[in-house]
């Protein structure tokens, strides 16, 4: 299939952004009512979570792509069987990125669409309810929030940086709680100028894209994680790229985002002292390898 022409891309992403509002308001209104959790269910570990939104949001958001183009393939995080990630122009979808935080009302939570074309990301979308902000962009036309042009901070100097790490939810293993404690030992003894840990990929990413953060880190992701955030990021200036400072990947389950390469390599070269690259069997705990197998590994 070809590559969608700029007027197609127009239109998918009116669709894209319009699945995106009306899958926000159905969280407000669960915000509204406070019962999320009430229908919490464990994934893979018990910091792995998903809500009976989470899956309700994903069928309206699917719902409405699956109409605007119909020949597209899907991969999103709640399906039951997920398309392997193709050549072919593949919708990539969170519903609810950042449950944890969705289930205790935390504002960062958001919905991630993004539209990934032999196999590189070319439109994200954004939306943050409770913020009340729309991250919008398309390969080579710049990155915007509420329409309104967003750029990186361009921080060049990690002693200057606020970096963004996230506590993995794959496992909490010793092995794990080992690595990220020495990586953010290694890191505040640099010294940065100071770390936070969100909870959710894609509004770290449209936070580096906009000057909140400079930089985030992550293994153990997903495309439907970072698909929509990459191309919001590198259109506002930003970088995005391996853990270890090589070309990003989507498939590949790790991910560097930075205001500029200058930063994305100086923070690449602590995470490899750290070996901070992969999820390996022997990171998860007791029998979370069996129930992490029902997630594909891509």
């Not at 990934?116 to 309810?129: D, H, M, Q, R, T």
């Not at 790490?165 to 010793?174: C, F, M, Q, T, V």
């Not at 770290?204 to 990459?230: N, S, T």
């Not at 200036?237 to 200058?262: I, M, N």
């Amino acid at each position: 299939m070809a590559v969608p022409s700029t007027e197609d891309l127009n239109r998918y992403l009116d669709e894209a952004v319009a699945a995106a509002q009306e899958a926000g308001n159905l969280m407000l209104e669960c915000f509204a009512r406070n019962d999320a959790q009430a229908s919490v269910e464990e994934k893979s570990s018990p910091a792995d979570l998903v809500t009976k939104y989470d899956r309700q949001v994903e069928e309206l958001v699917l719902k409405r792509l699956r109409t605007a183009a119909p020949d597209f393939r899907v991969l999103a995080e709640e399906t039951a069987n997920k398309e392997e990630l193709t050549d072919a122009p593949t919708w990539i979808v969170d519903p609810i990125d950042g449950t944890t935080n969705f289930i205790h009302r935390q504002a960062e939570c958001c919905v991630l669409i993004g539209l990934a074309v032999k196999k590189k990301a070319v439109l994200g979308v954004c939306f943050i309810p409770k913020l009340d902000e729309l991250y919008t962009a398309v390969q080579g036309r710049g990155a915007y929030c509420n329409g309104r042009r967003v750029v990186s901070s361009g921080c060049k100097d990690l002693t200057t940086a606020l970096v963004n790490l996230h506590l993995p939810s794959y496992s909490r293993g010793p092995k794990v709680v080992d690595r990220i404690l020495g990586i953010s030992r290694d890191l505040l003894a640099h010294p940065i100028r100071a770390m936070r840990c969100g909870g959710s990929a894609g509004v770290d990413m449209v936070h580096v894209a906009r000057g909140r953060l400079d930089a985030y880190f992550e293994v153990g992701i997903y495309p439907w994680d970072v698909c929509a955030g990459q191309v919001i990021v590198e259109e506002a200036g930003g970088v995005c790229c391996d853990t270890l400072g090589g070309d990003f990947d989507l498939a590949s389950r790790r991910v560097l985002v930075a205001a500029s390469p200058e930063l994305a390599s100086q923070l690449a070269v602590h995470l490899r002292n750290h070996s901070y690259s992969s999820v390996e069997a022997e990171d998860y705990n007791g029998d979370v390898p069996e129930k992490a197998s029902k997630k594909p590994r891509m």
